[in-house]
């Protein structure tokens, strides 16, 4: 029963107790020195808003009233929580199924069934070992659409200074397992 509530409270439960709050000048000093970060922040409910409206408003230009409610329901409702879902799966399946490759000192695993669609956030044993990296998809088959991603920016030099472990790193925090 224990495995059943930390489960839930990984998940979504952690809303419910923190309101979703957490403490930003400890987790994200760097992000609340951008303004560009502060003001998308600051605008929160503006994007929301937008991710409801423009569903409705391209539904109902294709199908009047009918139309922009269907629109809403899976351009808005659903997609915001196939998202989110998706987001949180992270947090309690990816400590409890997986494959654990490199040694931390919590439970988290890396689970290739929602990798893809977590975008690469599904690695997650490798994102506790390396917490700075922006690659979570280390191993040679493990796809990381962000990784990609931060992969052309930096190549765009749009970005800089991107972090990733070098082969010493990992061989060091790799498993008993996988050393063998």
Not at 17 to 36: F, M, N, P, Q, S
Not at 65 to 74: C, F, H, M, N, Q
Not at 87 to 93: A, L
Request: aromatic share 12%.
């Amino acid at each position: 029963m224990g495995a059943v509530r930390g489960f839930w409270h990984s998940h979504v439960g952690w809303l419910f107790r923190t309101k979703g709050l957490v403490v930003r000048t400890k987790y994200g000093r760097d992000l609340l020195e951008d303004a560009i970060v502060r003001n998308v922040d600051r605008l929160y409910f503006l994007w929301v808003t937008l991710g409801f409206v423009l569903p409705f408003a391209v539904g109902y230009l294709f199908d009047g009233l009918r139309g922009g409610v269907e629109a809403t329901i899976w351009g808005g409702l659903v997609r915001i929580a196939v998202f989110q879902h998706i987001t949180w799966s992270v947090n309690s399946i990816c400590h409890m199924f997986g494959r654990r490759d490199f040694d931390v000192r919590d439970e988290s695993r890396n689970n290739w069934l929602l990798a893809l669609p977590s975008l690469g956030e599904a690695w997650h044993n490798n994102h506790h070992a390396f917490p700075s990296s922006a690659v979570h998809g280390l191993g040679r088959h493990q796809l990381d659409l962000s990784a990609l991603v931060i992969r052309g920016l930096e190549k765009a030099r749009l970005v800089w200074d991107v972090k990733v472990p070098d082969v010493t790193s990992q061989a060091r925090r790799r498993t008993a397992a996988d050393a063998a």
